[in-house]
């Protein structure tokens, strides 16, 4: 099981910009698959992106392509969500999540068994 610490949420403007950091303390990221996912209040949880451990499959939501952008940084065993663009509807407690297998084209939940405690994404003038 991995530890994930996921950071980097705060308050930020419409049209304005944040990034999402994802690490394992003491495990290597660069062998997983890792996904964000997000969920905000009454609502669902929703796959927001991933990309696989070999950073060669990498996939977005409808509602975030053009706005994210996921990444792996190998020497730093780091992920990263790149935020630009923000809406008040991307507000949610934003999540990452790891998986041996995970992310091989779609953001698929059950792909993942291990998740991070979440960092709150709040969009708002």
């Known amino acids: 099981q991995l530890r994930l610490v996921d950071s980097g949420g705060h308050q930020v403007q419409p049209g304005g910009s944040l990034r999402l950091s994802c690490k394992a303390p003491g495990f290597t990221l660069n062998h997983w698959g890792v996904g964000w996912f997000r969920q905000a209040p009454g609502k669902e949880r929703e796959g927001v992106s991933c990309?696989?451990?070999?950073?060669?499959?990498?996939d977005y939501a409808d509602s975030v392509k053009g706005r994210f952008t996921i990444s792996r940084d190998r020497p730093t065993n780091t992920v990263y969500l790149q935020m630009n663009n923000v809406k008040p509807e991307d507000t949610a407690l934003y999540y990452c999540a790891a998986g041996p297998y995970a992310c091989q084209g779609r953001v698929v939940a059950d792909e993942y068994n291990n998740w991070g405690q979440g960092t709150q994404v709040t969009v708002s003038s």
């Open positions: 990309i696989s451990h070999s950073g060669e499959l990498i």
